[in-house]
């Protein structure tokens, strides 16, 4: 069952989840602040798991929109804990996010690290973290839990069907500097190239979002036996400049990417990218694609854009 209020997303997904799975995929158009149409939902349908991702992501949009950010957000997680409370629901995956680390020196960094925000965006997902954690704190060993700390998740499914497809054009670097390449952009901005980094720009961790999406399955999986909290980094564990990723982008593609460097942006820590340890060890998950195939799912989504479903 998916319940989404599509605000940050297309309806046309339906039609291309059925085309994959074989099947309609049942869908409620709703938003998870409905605390009321939650309780009822999970009367009827009797769910013993939820996967949360009912989530604003976009740091420049948080800024403009605070309140926005923390009654979607916050607000929307209190009340889905309520529901589920209610209707006896103890198993929980959250979609948190690396932003929780701030500026973090160590690197790699570990789920032990301090945690800390300097956006209204990594305020809410701190927020969120420790309602779950004042939750696991009050009620030991009732509830399973899991806090996915996921880093930067870019390309499509293997069918090429469903990627990232936001109704505005993205802000996220790696279907921006698509756009680019499609020439649905003049350039791609580059927030600052004086780090103290190799090439100068930020160096950040991607994944392909199959990768992710196989580390939800087994993190699951993983929860129906052990009760608590768990945070887990999810990501590659390897570092990639935003330089870097445009070149590796044009290497994969033969398109170029025409780039303009701009001053830092508020907020971006010079580098963080995920050990990812801890997620090896309890779920027996580790990351099959590399940044190449990333790179080309990236640009086959964008000149494909799911035109092969009818």
């Known amino acids: 069952m998916i319940l989404d209020n599509f ?22 158009d709703a938003d998870v602040r409905d605390t009321a149409m939650l309780e009822q939902l999970f009367d009827e349908q009797h769910f013993d798991a939820v996967i949360h991702n009912a989530f604003l992501t976009s740091s420049a949009d948080a800024a403009r929109e605070p309140l926005r950010y923390y009654d979607n957000n916050v607000s929307g997680t209190v009340g889905l804990l309520r529901a589920m409370q209610t209707a006896g629901i103890r198993n929980l995956i959250v979609s948190s996010s690396a932003i929780v680390y701030g500026d973090t020196p160590a690197m790699p ?40 700390r996921s880093f930067n998740a870019v390309g499509c499914h293997e069918s090429g ?20 390449a499609a020439g649905k952009r003049d350039c791609l901005r580059i927030f600052g190239n004086d780090y103290a980094t190799p090439d100068g720009t930020p160096l950040r961790d ?22 608590g909290l768990l945070r887990l980094n999810v990501g590659s564990g390897q570092p990639t400049s935003v330089l870097g990723l445009v070149r590796a982008f044009e290497h994969a593609n033969g398109r170029a990417v025409p780039f303009r460097v701009g001053p830092r942006r508020n907020g971006d820590a010079a580098h963080c990218w995920a050990d990812i340890s801890q997620a090896r060890a309890l779920l027996g998950w580790q990351p099959q694609l590399g940044l190449d195939r990333m790179m080309e799912d990236v640009w086959r989504w964008q000149i494909g854009m799911g035109r092969s479903v009818h």
Not at 161 to 180: C, F, G, K, N
Request: net charge positive; proline share 7%; aromatic share 6%.
């Open 7 to 28: 605000s940050n997303a297309r309806r046309s997904v339906l039609q291309r989840l059925e085309k994959i799975l074989g099947f309609a995929p049942p869908c409620i």
């Open 109 to 148: 960094v570990r789920e032990d690290a301090q945690i800390s925000a300097s956006t209204p965006y990594g305020q809410t997902a701190l927020m969120v973290e420790q309602v779950l954690t004042s939750l696991d704190e009050a009620s030991p060993k009732r509830w399973r839990m899991a806090l996915l």
């Open 161 to 180: 069907l469903i990627a990232e497809d936001p109704p505005r054009m993205s802000t996220h670097v790696a279907p921006y500097l698509a756009q680019v």
């Open 206 to 227: 991607y994944l392909h979002v199959t990768d992710l999406a196989r580390a939800y399955v087994a993190t699951l999986h993983y929860l129906r036996g052990h009760a």
